[in-house]
């Protein structure tokens, strides 16, 4: 087994999995993945496939009735507000 060292708090741990890279503390495990997230949102691939399928998604008839129709509410409720903050 071999020793290493935590790159977040530099604690000395042994490898029982490849894949552990830190040493086990929540504050390590947090930060881990907050680099993990930054390195996965650098990336063109998983926005372009999120975006991708977004676009599918909104093109569904049933989707896009509904997203049509929470945008006329949306924008009716807008703009009766606006009516009565300009009446005051």
Partial sequence: ???????YCK???????RQKLTCGQEKCKRE?????QR???QRPE????RLLYY????QRPEVKKHV???YQMYYQKKKKTSQ???SV
């Fill in 1 to 7: 087994m071999k020793k290493l060292k935590c790159k």
């Fill in 11 to 17: 604690k000395a741990f042994q490898l029982v999995r």
């Fill in 32 to 36: 881990r993945k907050k680099d993990y």
């Fill in 39 to 41: 390195e996965y949102m």
């Fill in 46 to 49: 998983p926005r372009e496939k």
């Fill in 55 to 58: 676009s599918e998604y909104i």
């Fill in 68 to 70: 049509q129709k929470y």
């Fill in 84 to 86: 009565l903050m300009s």
